[in-house]
């Protein structure tokens, strides 16, 4: 499943990264990826639908909302994240316990991601 923010420019970044990824999955539109949102918010909400499920989910959503998203989610305050996030960043992680914890997976910038073929990405990702 991926989601994207009701802004186009997040369901085009969406569509780019699921073709050159080589991706199959449903795209929705949902609200809480916007800059302002809440991560606490949108992770309690993602947990709960998807948390007891093998399902992948992919967010595509916007800044700062999703540096805040993955400082909540590796535990590190906004100031400790290790990450740049630059416009077109993907960032993977594994839920643990049921996502009371998660593990950073992978770590994309889109200089990266452009330079990848769709054989060469794992279809694992989303």
Do not use: C
């Not at 369901?11 to 780019?16: C, G, I």
């Not at 594994?94 to 794992?122: C, N």
């Amino acid at each position: 499943v991926i989601f994207h923010s009701v802004l186009s420019r997040s369901k085009e970044t969406a569509e780019r990264v699921m073709a050159s990824m080589g991706l199959d999955g449903i795209l929705t539109e949902r609200e809480g990826l916007e800059p302002g949102d809440s991560p606490d918010d949108l992770l309690a909400d993602i947990i709960a639908e998807f948390g007891k499920t093998e399902h992948k989910v992919m967010l595509v959503g916007h800044d700062p909302f999703i540096s805040d998203l993955a400082s909540l989610m590796i535990g590190r305050s906004k100031a400790a994240l290790p990450i740049k996030f630059t416009t077109g960043t993907l960032l993977g992680a594994d839920g643990v316990a049921g996502g009371s914890s998660w593990a950073l997976r992978f770590y994309i910038t889109s200089k990266h991601l452009e330079r990848l073929a769709p054989r060469q990405v794992s279809k694992n990702v989303a």
